[in-house]
C-alpha cells in the first residue's frame, strides 16, 4: 500500500474573491448590496463605525456590473444613498487584510 502526499495542503497560493469598498458615514446605519438583475439581497449589514467597510461578494459578481451598493439611515434624518452598476473588484484573499 503507497501513501500518497498532497502538495497542496492548506491554503492555496492565489484565492481570489470579489470585494466590495464601501465609504460609510457616521449616519449610515445599515448597508445593503442588492444584485440588480433580479434584485436579491446579497448582503445586508448594520453598520457601527465609519470609513471604509469591506465586503466579500460571491465571485460570479466580480467579472460584472451588476451590482448596487447602498447606505441607509435608520433615523429618517439624513437620506438614503445607492450605486448602480458597481463591480467589486477582484482580490488574492491571502494578500488582503480586511478591515471587518
Known sequence: ?????????GVPAVLVQA????DADVAAERIVVIDRSNLTPIHHMFNSQSG???IIVPLIY????NLIVG?????SVFDCKFI??????L??????????
Not at 447606505?71 to 433615523?75: A, P, R, S, V
Not at 482580490?91 to 471587518?100: E, G, S, T
Open 19 to 22: 470585494m466590495v469598498e464601501v
Open 52 to 54: 471604509v467597510v469591506q
Open 84 to 89: 448602480d452598476s458597481v463591480r467589486p473588484q
Open 91 to 100: 482580490i488574492n484573499a491571502n494578500d488582503v487584510k480586511m478591515v471587518r
Open 71 to 75: 447606505i441607509l439611515d435608520d433615523d
Open 1 to 9: 500500500m503507497s501513501k500518497v502526499l498532497s502538495a497542496f495542503k
Open 62 to 65: 466580480g467579472s460584472s456590473n
